[in-house]
RNA sequence: GGCGCUGUAGCCAAGUGGUAAGGCAGAGGUCUGCAAAACCUCCACCACCGGUUCAAAUCCGGUCAGCGCCUCCA
């Protein structure tokens, strides 16, 4: 895996042999979930997966923020839960409940698992209060007026994720620096609450509210100890936030994450898709027309490193590539009840190489494009077993039955695909009448075709056609799928 | 200005020095009442210029273009 603290490849090895402990910084439920999200949450949710199919018992927690941040400078400015709260008239807890199910719901639907521990930072406020208080006693922290800052001239180790000496960072060059920091890039662990903030606790400073990076230093530490394996977030996160929760947790005596993973970037017209540039594509709306079951396929068809760029061609591309994929699984499932013994079927040597080449993709920091274009060739393999066997006999027992594993252990388990009604969250499950009342259809139009009334039977698939339904004819039959 | 990243076929996208995975789209063929699916075949001067090397998309230097972070951001 790539560890974005010594930035290199290295092997991975859990502190707890069997273990592995990881932390991902959740969002802040103020606002729909977009594109750049999913990114996010399916590339730490297939590595979560792939890891679990290696045999490793994960623990993983992310985090909802729910506290509402500064909207402008780090200092002062609204708070932007606040702010749309007042928007939409809602009392905070609401906005960030209504947007933490919203958020909920998005990610059921795209598959990714839900943590194993899903903190909020209201429901913390006690950790980190304790948390900054042993920094103050450590010497690394000060209070001014009510707020708490870390001092970061006193953490030689600070710049050490993001690469950053803190001689080379300009001083002043944004908004007027607040008179009571001791140093300009000193940070809020605690703020003092102006009259007029709704979200505020009791402290030992007075009553006031949690900086931005205390909850993630102080949350990943109670759930996952003092040392834990994987800390991940999106590469926007990494300067200032995760510097700050390191520095956060080292400065109080705590070894904090052994490895860091950094996602890259959602772009849209070659730039990043983001809430302050308003060209982002909320989930909500994207469902409305792509299957999420695509959209996720279309994720992990690029490195969780890369840059994703999307349109809306990529959707097509993806849909088609996808039922490739899907056709396959299914032709594999109908054929396995009647497969004969085959020893030594050629297909079953293929079948084994495949899966060799994806777990060697993904065991090379998880490269899921590899992983799945070894996929793709598999289902090449397996199309043209099945298409030989019309002429001569079925692939054997054995390799359909791996190839079945295959496709649902790896593209199932692993990628998180094939999840039937995954996608269709609260849409009836009416699977078994529809496939009795196509039976019924399909008779009907073979009826018409054994006795060459063709312009009937096109007239019937025409209609199909048009409800989404696509009939196809083979020798054995015809089928039909949507 | 500082730190960092990227430039691979019409589009998307892997690539660990030994002459480019995969998908979509496209072309031809097989099968088929016609379609569809499937199968077979075809489809890349790796941004540019130098250098190192027997050998470079891969390493080094430079040029051009673009992007991210340094302010909330996944």
Redesign the pocket.
């Known amino acids: 895996m790539h560890d974005s603290l010594s ?1 290199r490849k290295v092997i991975f090895e859990p502190g707890v042999p069997g273990k592995v402990g990881m932390y991902l ?4 439920v103020y606002s729909d979930a ?4 999913a ?2 949450e399916v590339a730490f949710d297939v590595i979560r997966r792939y890891l679990a199919h290696r045999g490793y018992a994960v623990r993983y927690v992310s985090n909802i ?1 729910d506290v509402g ?6 200092d002062d400015g609204e708070d ?1 839960m606040l702010a749309r709260a007042a928007l939409e008239r809602l009392e905070p807890i609401e906005v960030a409940e209504k947007y933490y199910w919203s958020f909920m719901d998005d990610m059921a639907r795209l598959g990714v698992q839900r943590p194993s521990i899903q903190p909020r930072a209201t429901g913390h406020i006690p950790e980190q209060i304790e948390l900054i208080e042993e920094l103050t006693r450590r010497g690394h922290a000060y209070e001014a007026n009510g707020s708490v800052y870390f001092e970061v001239r006193s953490w030689p180790e600070y710049g050490k994720l ?4 803190l001689d ?3 001083e002043g ?3 007027a620096v607040r008179g009571e920091k001791r140093d300009p ?1 000193d ?1 809020a662990l605690w703020k003092r609450a102006e009259a007029g903030h709704i979200m505020r606790w009791q402290s030992p400073w007075g009553v006031g509210f949690p900086g ?1 990076h205390i909850e993630c230093s102080a949350m990943s530490l109670k759930y996952l100890g003092e040392s834990f394996d994987i800390h991940g ?9 995760h510097e700050a929760e390191i520095a956060q947790a080292e400065a109080a005596g705590h070894p904090f994450a052994r490895y860091w993973m950094h ?5 849209i017209g ?8 308003g060209n ?1 594509t909320t989930l909500i709306d994207l469902f409305k027309r792509v299957d999420p079951q695509i959209v996720r396929f ?1 994720l992990i ?3 969780y ?5 999307f ?1 809306e ?2 959707f ?3 849909h ?2 996808y ?2 994929l899907h ?2 699984l299914s032709e594999t499932l109908r054929r396995l009840p009647g497969a004969p013994e085959k020893p030594g079927d050629p297909l079953l040597a293929q079948v084994r190489t495949h899966v060799s080449a994806f777990e060697a ?1 993904m065991s ?2 998880f ?1 899921t ?2 992983a ?2 070894a996929l ?2 598999l ?2 393999d397996v ?2 077993a ?3 066997a019309a002429h001569q006999q079925s692939p054997g027992r054995d390799a359909l039955e791996a190839a079945r594993a295959a496709y649902l252990e790896l593209g199932g388990s692993v990628l998180g695909l094939f999840a039937a009604g995954a996608g269709a969250v609260g849409a009836q499950d009416d699977t078994a009448l529809v496939g009795t009342l196509m039976d019924v259809v399909l008779e009907a139009r073979q009826h018409y ?1 054994l006795s060459k009334q ?2 009937a ?2 007239a019937l ?1 025409g209609k199909l056609a048009g409800v989404g339904v ?6 054995d039959g ?1 089928r039909w799928k949507r």
């Open positions: 930035r910084c959740g969002p802040t977009h594109l750049g999200h990114k996010k923020t941040h500064l909207q402008n400078d780090s932007k993001s690469g950053r000496k080379d960072q300009e060059t944004r908004e890039r940070f931005w977030g999106g590469l926007d996160l990494e300067f200032p936030h996602n890259n970037m959602l772009t070659g730039e990043k898709m983001s809430k302050s540039k982002f279309l068809g690029s490195h490193r890369s840059i994703t760029e349109s061609e990529g097509v591309s993806a088609s590539g039922r490739r056709d396959a993709a090379d920091d490269n494009p590899r799945v274009a793709f060739n289902t090449t199309n043209a099945l298409a030989g075709r063709y312009a039977s096109d698939r696509t009939v196809e004819d083979t020798r015809a």
